[in-house]
């Protein structure tokens, strides 16, 4: 039987090859100018290749002034950025798959810096909490601008070729502002009643249709429930009831389909899940949407496997089942579905490394696939001609990139790997609670060893003679890190452990006072993991703030779930030694020495590389190269990133 998510589907006068859709995302990929690049190009196209049947676009500005979100962000604010728009169009089209142009305006979410004036623009002079920006309300002359540069913008993804645009009404940005009474606080025609707020969307939506002439598709994103009483804000806001109200408003006034999400830049963790948020959570309010609407209805809901996809459509949740960051991990994900080879998936982890990146400037990325967003750099090169035996010491994130690309280019691997399994930290880093998802990305990689056959020698580590004895080549060093010593007594005392130590079951520690010394992510999920056991935990912390230099979404979602009455933190606060049950440490502000009884210490205070390991493998090859953690101490996405580029030279 022919899964439905490989049937044709249709939005206005737009045949669908099959029911998966691209997600908007943001992808920072053009030129600083706002104009297509080649690596917008090279990623569009790879998920267009990958069989997706339609492309929405991340966010397009509508003008080059109030309207752009930030650096790098696609344009299309004045025709002379029509011919590139459409150089991007026909590499989408030349794959049998249509594209939408998301038409957006980030309002009072937007950075004034980006924007070339001192202050954004929002339907009232309220800040959001979250950027901070010095903010002015709109005149009404200015809201009519908009109103036509939006429709502008339309038009010219139409001339462009684009088959359909979509108008980004959610996730807090300006359109969201207005229809959200929590932002919109007016008292003119564009605030107030259901009505007034709605007046914004309704004028954009018909300025679209009369500059399109309706010859193309039409969509509306919603946030259809901002969630912001579960982030503790209790004043009025967009809650499912009045989602829905929104929803049927926008069917009112013709628009083609409904693409349904939720959540603010105050409620980021619902808008962009992290990875404790399990697959397919948004299912019951995407349905409650769906039974009020009869037009098609697009919708994201984490969804990483194949079958769940197919589940929202069989069930009727959705028409269109949207995918945003799976097809960052795989491009692919359409087409293996469709060819029933779910299990060759690489799925998606949630650990949200591609958020962080966009938040700093960068290009879109993803951690489990190196080639996102370096598409034109890293071509598919075929088999060599040439082909090298590979040594790669180490089974961690690096060196399991390293092994998938150079298996892909006909070398011949052998793996060491002195644990009985692959992985790496990612391997301990799944068993904070919540974590499991991270176990993805061991099964993708232990389905390709097993398909190529790969050599890989688990329980034994590599010594120089042993990798000699092989006779390779090439020798790639991914034995990550090991763990920073703080060189202060009693730090070997019997009751002090490595973060290793807990995670991995090796010493279990019950109903205990622990200090967890290092606030990080690892330290705080280590505190997490030792609190299901009933353990109280102390987590010390030198500098004057927790989890210094996090993701913010990710130390939200940990600091979240740590208990309370479990939890106690202590900052500014330097460890200076172990005295048995007591640790001592000083007070950086103060001055102070400060004792605190515990029955025992976790050292979470980082890692760096062995470099007496790496200098001993000097003369194992003609060609030594260090990978991963090995060589620079970041995170799983830098890892496989090293091991990939580097394997691709070879």
Not at 130 to 137: F, G, I, L, S, Y
Not at 187 to 205: A, H, P, Q, T, V
Not at 238 to 258: N, S, Y
Not at 385 to 406: F, N, Q, R, S
Request: glycine share 10%.
């Amino acid at each position: 039987m022919v899964r439905l998510f490989a049937q044709k589907g249709r939005i206005g006068n737009v045949e669908l090859k099959n029911r998966f859709v691209m997600a908007p995302m943001g992808d920072l990929t053009a030129n600083p100018d706002g104009t297509v690049s080649e690596t917008t190009i090279g990623y569009y196209g790879a998920r267009a290749k990958g069989g997706v049947g339609l492309i929405i676009t991340g966010i397009v500005r509508i003008n080059n002034e109030d309207g752009t979100a930030g650096p790098n962000q696609l344009s299309l604010a004045d025709d002379s950025y029509i011919p590139g728009f459409k150089r991007l169009v026909d590499e989408i089209h030349s794959h049998g798959t249509k594209v939408f142009v998301q038409i957006q305006h980030s309002g009072r979410q937007g950075v004034a810096a980006f924007t070339g004036l001192d202050h954004v623009l929002a339907p009232s002079a309220i800040p959001s909490a979250v950027t901070q920006q010095p903010t002015k309300a709109l005149t009404k002359e200015q809201i009519k601008k908009l109103v036509g540069q939006f429709g502008d913008t339309a038009r010219r993804a139409m001339e462009a070729g684009a088959d359909g645009v979509e108008i980004h009404g959610a996730h807090g940005y300006l359109i969201n502002q207005f229809l959200s009474p929590f932002s919109n606080k007016r008292d003119d025609e564009y605030g107030g009643s259901f009505d007034n707020r709605m007046r914004f969307l309704r004028e954009i939506i018909q300025d679209v249709f009369t500059k399109t002439q309706r010859k193309i598709a039409v969509s509306v994103r919603l946030s259809v429930d901002e969630f912001l009483k579960e982030v503790g804000i209790n004043e009025p806001y967009i809650d499912l009831e009045e989602g829905i109200r929104i929803a049927k408003a926008c069917e009112a006034e013709g628009v083609d389909a409904i693409n349904v999400s939720c959540g603010t830049y105050e409620s980021m963790n619902f808008a962009i899940e992290p990875v404790s948020v399990p697959q397919n959570w948004r299912k019951g309010f995407i349905k409650a949407v769906k039974d009020q609407v009869s037009l098609p209805v697009i919708a994201v809901s984490k969804i990483r496997d194949a079958a769940v996809a197919e589940e929202l459509l069989q069930e009727g949740v959705v028409d269109f089942v949207s995918l945003g960051r799976p097809l960052l991990a795989d491009p692919e994900f359409p087409n293996k579905a469709i060819r029933g080879e779910d299990k060759d998936i690489r799925k998606c982890i949630s650990c949200l490394f591609c958020f962080e990146e966009l938040n700093k400037g960068s290009q879109v990325v993803c951690a489990v696939n190196p080639i996102t967003g370096f598409e034109p750099k890293y071509p598919d090169k075929g088999k060599t001609d040439d082909p090298k035996k590979v040594v790669i010491v180490g089974a961690g994130p690096a060196g399991l990139a390293a092994a998938e690309t150079l298996v892909k280019h006909g070398h011949d691997v052998v793996i060491f790997e002195k644990s009985d399994g692959i992985g790496g930290q990612v391997r301990i880093g799944m068993n904070p609670p919540k974590k499991d998802q991270l176990g993805w990305f061991m099964d993708y990689h232990e389905k390709f060893i097993k398909d190529h056959n790969i050599d890989i020698r688990f329980n034994q580590e590599a010594t120089p003679e042993i990798v000699k004895a092989v006779n390779p080549d090439i020798v790639l060093l991914g034995v990550g890190a090991k763990p920073i010593t703080l060189n202060i007594p009693g730090e070997t005392g019997p009751n002090v452990y490595s973060v290793e130590d807990i995670l991995s079951g090796k010493v279990k520690l019950k109903d205990k006072t622990v200090a967890v010394v290092g606030s990080g992510l690892t330290g705080l999920e280590t505190a997490e993991f030792l609190q299901v056991d009933g353990n109280k935990t102390l987590i010390v912390e030198m500098l004057d703030q927790i989890a210094p230099g996090a993701y913010m979404q990710n130390l939200m979602d940990v600091l979240s779930r740590l208990a309370e009455d479990k939890t106690e933190y202590l900052t500014s606060h330097k460890l200076t030694a172990i005295e048995g049950n007591t640790i001592v440490m000083e007070n950086t502000k103060s001055g102070d020495m400060v004792k605190k009884d515990v029955d025992a210490v976790v050292l979470a205070v980082g890692y760096r590389p062995d470099k007496e390991l790496l200098d001993s493998f000097a003369d194992t090859a003609s060609v030594v190269k260090v990978i991963g953690d090995a060589k620079d101490v970041q995170n799983i996405g830098m890892a496989v990133r090293s091991g990939h580029a580097t394997a691709y030279e070879i």
